[in-house]
């Protein structure tokens, strides 16, 4: 573990057990100022990171002390798909965020208590999460960073047999599902963002390329305003590469 990173030990009624959540603090932080807190949200459960490790990324880039952010990656008991599950009530993957981990964090460290204090970045299930909890909760994050986004569930290319097993598992009954369905949030929420760009969505050559087309093309006719990027394929990591131009987006004005 890096000592540039703390580890905190929370207790939420909405996973299974504890979580940790760890923060990366600008060296000089100022606890009389207020820094925007950059939320790093992970693909895999109990801090598992087979797919990297996104707060390290943001340490070697020294975005923290760059751009003065508090960057948090909290954690969960289940594979998180940032929804609360309809009959798990030890996966309220949406409840933990908005319930425990962000009064958590404005309790505890000099944050800007507001939409434009919270940023989002994340990618696969996570850039998932970060596109729903932006478009479900716009009064309470400002942007949305997502990368190669897990929307196969969504658009596809999936048959209907897998895609009712992946409900059930992820977000327990249909009608829970479509609550938190990209394509279903961009025609109901997406104007709830305003005219100005909220949201950068990446997409990346390979089995989620048409579904990414798909959603951009809803997000323009449904009137989203929102940075689109497509490029070719890269490794599903954190440090495959793409986070500085993520980041970029994230702390422009």
């Not at 504890?18 to 459960?45: A, C, H, M």
């Not at 944050?111 to 940023?119: A, D, H, I, N, Q």
Request: net charge neutral; aromatic share 10%.
């Amino acid at each position: 573990p890096s000592p540039h990173i703390q580890s905190h030990q929370i207790e939420s009624p909405f996973q299974l057990d504890s979580t940790t959540i760890r923060v990366l603090l600008p060296d000089d932080v100022d606890t009389e100022k207020s820094y925007r807190v950059l939320y790093v949200l992970p693909v895999v459960e109990n801090d598992r990171r087979k797919h990297g490790d996104g707060l390290l990324e943001i340490l070697k880039h020294d975005f923290h002390n760059i751009h003065q952010l508090i960057c948090v990656a909290p954690e969960f008991t289940a594979k998180p798909w940032y929804a609360d599950h309809s009959d798990n009530m030890g996966r309220q993957d949406e409840s933990h965020v908005l319930k425990t981990v962000l009064p958590f964090i404005d309790s505890e460290f000099p944050t800007f208590k507001s939409k434009e204090g919270r940023l989002l970045i994340g990618f696969s299930k996570s850039g998932w999460g970060a596109m729903t909890l932006l478009l479900r909760n716009p009064e309470v994050f400002g942007k949305a960073a997502a990368w190669d986004s897990g929307i196969r569930v969504d658009t596809g290319p999936i048959d209907e047999e897998d895609r009712a097993r992946r409900i059930k598992e992820y977000f327990g009954s249909r009608s829970n599902f479509a609550e938190h369905r990209k394509s279903r949030l961009i025609k109901s929420r997406g104007k709830d963002l305003g005219d100005k760009e909220r949201l950068f969505y990446y997409n990346t050559e390979g089995t989620r390329a048409k579904g990414g087309a798909e959603l951009h093309r809803q997000m323009l006719e449904a009137g989203l305003a929102h940075r689109y990027f497509y490029e070719t394929k890269r490794k599903h990591r954190w440090d495959s590469g793409w986070i500085p131009l993520a980041v970029e987006f994230l702390v422009e004005d």
